[in-house]
């Protein structure tokens, strides 16, 4: 048998526990809602286990949590029956945070003071808040593996070590005893903890039961504080708002109220109640593609797993909840989940139904929607790639920053688009950049804004891949107004008076052009698109647009160069100076400088920017 051992927290550890322990908290009872929540995370781990292992089930008793106040002592006892710790497992999970963004919850305690305590569950590092009240914790707990009596004691006052040594403990589950401050004796009031928990834990499935003690008499009772019935298989009529939101809490760890829910018990071929919340605040972890997210998967009221993936698309990894199934086997592992016929039927119906959900909110809250976007339109955006079969109802969901708008709040609907098109436009005009500025500053805007065209502006990195996958909504084509489109050239035309005499006189212009570009781009022509603009690059119909190209290359991918277009705006002054011009090396600078000022803007860069400023410089000085 192993003697006492002590160990040193790693280093993160200290840091954490003195920013707990040192810092004011706004909301210490935070950690009784946290124990609770891991004591019936173990209960709940136990009850799966005992499916596949004979000799556990053989065991396995109904699950319970037990809470003990010893006014005398100033101690707190929380303790469960549930799968319980090995020494391994005990130093793993105390003695350090196995969870990756310990740096990151660190530093929104120390820039974030009064969201401090909202923090906690998000980063697995409850166990912890426990510091906040107690000067001493003690952890006695036996592995439920474990068929001996030999248990395990962890002990720490929180000041960087702690100390492990082996101890009987007949029964399997763990149970922390807290040694409060002298401050917090509030905590040794049994009304007060029975209020945290009905506040908090009241839907937990397990029963929480408090002893009772009288002191007249000397002996005391066991009472049940919370209902213990899971609350996904109540009657939607019997769940209070403030249940179902509390609910969310618990099993996300978010202090956030969610911003919408849906719960649904469907019957027939396939049997299951499904709970889906949209969070009113995205995940810390969301763009961490080693971090897993999926619904909490239970089959007949016995959870199974947290994090089951494989339940909604990628696009919709935001969504939180839970799935109770009749039909899959309790057994189940992940590898089966993968290829299960059943959860293919229940992915499509799920994915279905936060997209109504979603739907719903956008009609009926425009302002919660708009909150929802904010957060989370970004993966939304995924969603028209990787879902075929729904991309109407999520292009439906998009929003958009438009020319109209006037500012970068992307705000606008397709449907709002298309109810304010020009009786002559038939397309859907939209335009790609690196940012807002650059969009709604782009050249190309110039004929749009001079006629009154909206046209949409995206600037997320992840728009142009995205515009791939939606070619057309309600019958409309999506046109790209950086590319070259015989629609878009006869709507130019359409709204534009050619002056035949300026077209004429420059035909000799272009054909000049055109011989001192020779192969550097892929035409040259006049365009009636510009108002303040000399000239623009377009790309042809079927190439790579700039915005590709740039993903591509930031990809490490190789591309070809493009191609472009280059179109010259007869009425602007400078084109008319140039086109006076007799000095044929003066000239050939200047349309050198025009090409190289037309890929500047469309591009962002040039390969050879030394060269485009000795021409300004050689021009300037002419």
């Given at each position: 048998m192993k003697t006492q051992e002590k160990h040193e927290f790693k280093s993160e550890i200290?840091?954490?526990l003195h920013i707990m322990i040192h810092s004011l908290y706004s909301n210490k009872e935070i950690f009784v809602r946290e124990l609770i929540s891991n004591a019936s995370d173990a209960i709940d781990k136990l009850r799966f286990k005992s499916i596949t292992s004979e000799e556990i089930h053989k065991n396995f008793s109904n699950g319970c949590i037990t809470i003990y106040i010893n006014k005398e002592k100033n101690t707190l006892t929380i303790s469960d029956n549930g799968i319980g710790m090995t020494r391994q497992e005990i130093i793993d999970n105390l003695g350090t945070i196995a969870k990756s963004g310990t740096k990151d919850f660190i530093n929104s305690l120390m820039n974030d003071k009064k969201t401090d305590n909202q923090l906690i569950g998000q980063f697995g590092v409850g166990f912890y808040s426990s510091f906040i009240v107690s000067e001493k914790v003690l952890v006695r707990t036996r592995a439920a593996t474990n068929l001996s009596e030999e248990g395990i004691q962890w002990e720490s006052s929180g000041q960087g070590e702690y100390t492990i040594h082996n101890i009987v403990k007949k029964e399997q589950g763990t149970e922390i005893i807290l040694y409060l401050k002298?401050?917090?004796?509030?905590?040794?009031?049994?009304?007060?903890?029975?209020?945290?928990?009905?506040?908090?834990?009241?839907?937990?499935?397990?029963p929480i039961k408090i002893f009772n003690?009288?002191?007249?008499?000397?002996?005391?009772?066991?009472?049940?504080?919370?209902?213990?019935?899971?609350?996904?298989?109540?009657?939607?009529?019997?769940?209070?708002?403030?249940?179902y939101q509390e609910f969310y809490k618990h099993i996300t760890n978010d202090f956030n109220k969610p911003?919408?829910?849906?719960?649904?018990?469907?019957?027939?071929?396939?049997?299951?109640?499904?709970?889906?919340?949209?969070?009113?605040?995205?995940?810390?972890?969301?763009?961490?593609?080693?971090?897993?997210?999926?619904?909490?998967?239970?089959?007949?009221?016995?959870?199974?797993?947290?994090?089951?993936?494989?339940?909604?698309?990628?696009?919709?990894?935001?969504?939180r909840g839970l799935i109770d199934s009749n039909d899959l086997p309790l057994n189940i592992s992940r590898e089966i989940l993968q290829d299960n016929h059943i959860i293919q039927k229940l992915r499509r119906s799920l994915?279905?139904?936060?997209?109504?959900?979603?739907?719903?909110?956008?009609?009926?809250?425009?302002?919660?929607?708009?909150?929802?976007?904010?957060?989370?339109?970004?993966?939304?955006?995924?969603?028209?790639?990787?879902?075929?079969?729904?991309?109407?109802?999520?292009?439906?969901?998009?929003?958009?920053?438009?020319?109209?708008?006037?500012?970068?709040?992307?705000?606008?609907?397709?449907?709002?688009?298309?109810?304010n098109m020009k009786t002559e436009q038939d397309k859907i005009y939209y335009i790609t950049s690196d940012s807002y500025a650059a969009a709604s500053s782009s050249p190309h805007l110039e004929f749009f804004k001079k006629h009154n065209i909206n046209v949409l502006l995206l600037f997320d990195r992840i728009d142009e891949w995205m515009m791939n996958y939606i070619t057309e909504f309600q019958g409309k084509k999506f046109?790209?107004?950086?590319?070259?489109?015989?629609s878009l050239n006869k709507l130019v035309k359409k709204n534009n008076q050619i002056d035949k005499n300026v077209e004429e006189n420059i035909n000799d212009f272009i054909k000049k052009v055109k011989t001192i570009l020779k192969d550097q781009v892929k035409d040259v022509r006049i365009t009636y698109r510009l108002i303040d603009t000399p000239s623009i690059v377009l790309t042809d119909t079927?190439?790579?647009?700039?915005?590709?190209?740039?993903?591509?290359?930031?990809?490490?991918q190789n591309i070809p160069p493009i191609k472009y277009i280059f179109e010259i705006n007869p009425n602007h002054i400078l084109i008319k100076k140039i086109m006076n011009v007799n000095d044929s090396i003066i000239f050939n600078e200047w349309i050198q400088l025009l090409l190289e000022q037309a890929l500047l803007a469309e591009k962002g860069?040039?390969?050879?920017?030394?060269?485009?400023i000795n021409r300004i410089n050689l021009l300037l000085s002419h």
């Open positions: 200290k840091q954490l002298k401050e917090e004796k509030e905590f040794l009031d049994i009304w007060k903890i029975k209020n945290i928990i009905k506040k908090y834990s009241d839907h937990i499935s397990v003690f009288d002191e007249q008499k000397k002996t005391g009772t066991w009472e049940q504080i919370n209902k213990a019935t899971a609350l996904w298989t109540l009657n939607k009529t019997e769940i209070k708002i403030e249940e911003l919408i829910w849906s719960h649904n018990h469907v019957e027939g071929n396939q049997e299951y109640i499904s709970l889906l919340y949209i969070p009113e605040k995205s995940a810390w972890d969301l763009w961490n593609r080693e971090n897993k997210h999926g619904l909490k998967l239970y089959v007949k009221r016995i959870f199974i797993m947290d994090d089951a993936s494989q339940f909604l698309p990628n696009y919709l990894r935001f969504v994915t279905k139904r936060v997209l109504n959900m979603l739907t719903t909110l956008a009609t009926n809250d425009p302002e919660k929607y708009k909150i929802f976007w904010n957060q989370f339109g970004l993966v939304l955006k995924e969603g028209p790639a990787e879902d075929s079969i729904n991309k109407n109802e999520i292009a439906n969901l998009l929003r958009f920053s438009s020319l109209n708008s006037n500012n970068s709040e992307q705000n606008m609907s397709l449907v709002d688009y298309i109810q046109q790209s107004i950086s590319k070259d489109d015989e079927n190439e790579m647009t700039t915005q590709m190209a740039k993903l591509f290359s930031a990809a490490g860069n040039l390969d050879n920017p030394n060269q485009f």
